[in-house]
């Protein structure tokens, strides 16, 4: 049994090493790491990533599949929970390090199956949500940066104390059930304050990015 860390690198400040460290604190022991770098996850579909479809070609029965979160795993509802059932139909158990959620196809219970499609089906809708929110609050920000152009030039005010994959952590976390800011705030490596700064002005956080051209 082998365990397969998969990471989506889509910017600069979201790297392999920061995806794996992660993974590991959370108490993965990683064997291998495949991943797409400079792939969107909000346009190319799961099996479309040249990596990612490699995925199923190594992995084998009993083998574990690690993700950040099962927005990884698709640019969308349908993509992310086709492709978890399609692994679990192999045989591999999806794990996230993010809410630590484990997905396979042992159980033949038809009552914990139905939770645990209804559980993957949340989680998928709610990767979806999370992406849309984010665009949208990545146009709002570049808006308000592009209308202040010249008071940003002058002065963008504080670099953020945050990155763009620290932000991206955060808001993936904050979407998932029963957020803990303390916990989100520890494993993302930012303050309780910055975390709840961000929580309750994403729009402001993304426009703080831009104005810095993070």
Known sequence: MQAILY???STADQTLAHQRT????AGFIIDQVIADEGV???SVPFAD????SRLFDILRAGDVLVCRWVDRLGRDYDDVKNTINALMNKGIVVKTVINGFTFDGATKDPIQKAVRDSLIAFMAATAQAQAEATKAAQRAGIDHAKASADADTRYPGRKPSYSRSQLDHVVAALAGPSPSVSTIARDSGLTRQ???RIRDDLAGAEAALARWGL
């Open 22 to 25: 992660q993974a590991e604190k």
């Open 194 to 196: 910055t975390v709840l």
């Open 7 to 9: 990471a989506r690198v």
């Open 40 to 42: 969107s996850g909000v």
């Open 49 to 52: 990533r040249p990596q990612a």
